[in-house]
């Protein structure tokens, strides 16, 4: 007996698409790659070469192709909702990158779109499958550290990569398009993030949003964001975002302190240390082998779930709900 196997395509393939997301989909159970679609030719047939796929550079032509069941959208958010929402009708499976539309009215649109359809709509919160972080969800949801009380994660981006990426005046600092600045969408990993760790909702927050010029670079502005939350059970918990390290001191940093006075520890996405009142006692993981290539940020096991919901196999986990509750809580710090 042959096993039923979902055509997939991915459209857009800057950094995650390409690099991220193609490879992933080509190493999954269940998946076959149909096609890759950019609109820059060069970029779609180099990629496609390497992978040997078709190419599309129109992405309604490549919505005609019966193989395509499924679409990875990894474009800029500007453009998420008419991508999706063509994608949707056409009877094809989504996953898709946050934020999932700069608006959260546009959202619940693709949500009910969808559910009308008949289809799979995954919003691309991949933290849930990063390996470390699900061993502290584990560790948390086996009693590890009794209750979680209080919650911190940071995340920092060398300056000269964000302006590489998002330099002034594009889409990323032009609220109309991506709903915010650049910490506006980095933000809301870290805070779906907490969320499912803490097991709670977030019932307040308040955000402080530093916006700097700095120096040694033209025409950029670095951010210094710092939220504090409240979840429904009383626990606490602070989240901080920065683009103004240089190289090298970009990192990312989760602690987790519960009610029996132990605290879980994440440093970026390779290990884990579970205090205890004495070093013999203490516990660490080191995740090296699996913090590389497409499994390292949850790419590869994200694409994996995706597929396996469109067969049948596994129940969605990550909903649109999910996605429009995060941004609800990031699209605080927006002022107007």
């Known amino acids: 007996m042959v096993e039923k196997t979902v055509g997939v395509a991915v459209t857009g393939l800057g950094f995650v698409g390409g690099q991220a997301h193609v490879p992933a989909v080509k190493k999954i159970e269940g998946a076959k790659l149909i096609a890759v679609i950019?609109?820059?030719?060069?970029?779609?047939?180099?990629?496609?070469?390497?992978?040997?796929?078709?190419?599309?550079?129109?992405?309604?032509?490549?919505?005609?192709?019966?193989?395509?069941?499924?679409?990875?959208?990894?474009?800029?958010?500007?453009?998420?909702?008419?991508?999706?929402?063509?994608?949707?009708?056409?009877?094809?499976?989504?996953?898709?990158?946050?934020?999932?539309t700069p608006n959260v009215a546009d959202a619940y649109k693709l949500k009910d779109q969808a559910r009308k359809a008949g289809v799979i709509l995954i919003p691309d919160l991949n933290f849930h499958f990063v390996p470390n972080y699900v061993k502290v969800k584990e560790l948390i949801d086996q009693g590890a550290i009794g209750e979680p009380i209080a919650v911190t994660f940071s995340e920092s981006i060398a300056a000269k990569d964000l302006q590489v990426q998002?330099?002034?005046?594009?889409?990323a600092w032009k609220a109309e398009k991506s709903g915010g600045y650049p910490d506006f969408t980095l933000s809301q990993w870290g805070i779906d993030l907490i969320r499912w760790l803490v097991g709670r909702?977030?019932?307040?927050?308040?955000?402080?949003?530093?916006?700097?010029?700095?120096?040694?670079?033209?025409?950029?502005?670095?951010?210094?964001?710092?939220?504090?939350?409240?979840?429904?059970?009383?626990?606490?918990?602070?989240?901080?975002?920065?683009?103004?390290?240089?190289?090298?001191?970009?990192?990312?940093?989760?602690?987790?302190?519960?009610?029996?006075?132990?605290?879980?520890?994440?440093?970026?996405?390779?290990?884990?240390?579970?205090?205890?009142?004495?070093?013999?006692?203490?516990?660490?993981w080191n995740f090296d082998a699996e913090a590389r290539g497409t499994r390292a940020w949850g790419h590869r096991q994200i694409d994996q779930h995706f597929v396996n919901c469109v067969l049948c196999k596994e129940k969605q986990v990550i909903t649109v709900d999910d996605a429009i509750k995060v941004q609800s809580i990031a699209r605080k710090m927006v002022k107007k």
């Open 166 to 171: 998002w330099p002034a005046g594009s889409w």
């Open 38 to 100: 950019d609109v820059v030719e060069e970029l779609a047939k180099n990629v496609a070469s390497k992978y040997d796929v078709k190419y599309y550079t129109d992405f309604n032509k490549a919505l005609k192709d019966p193989k395509i069941e499924a679409l990875i959208i990894a474009v800029p958010t500007p453009f998420h909702y008419n991508l999706a929402s063509e994608a949707i009708a056409h009877g094809k499976h989504v996953l898709c990158e946050i934020p999932l």
């Open 201 to 284: 909702e977030i019932e307040e927050v308040e955000w402080m949003c530093n916006y700097a010029p700095l120096e040694g670079f033209e025409k950029f502005t670095g951010y210094n964001t710092v939220g504090i939350v409240r979840f429904s059970n009383e626990a606490v918990g602070t989240l901080h975002y920065s683009s103004t390290v240089v190289r090298g001191e970009g990192t990312s940093r989760l602690e987790v302190l519960g009610n029996n006075t132990k605290t879980i520890r994440a440093n970026w996405n390779n290990s884990l240390t579970l205090t205890a009142e004495s070093e013999t006692e203490k516990k660490t």
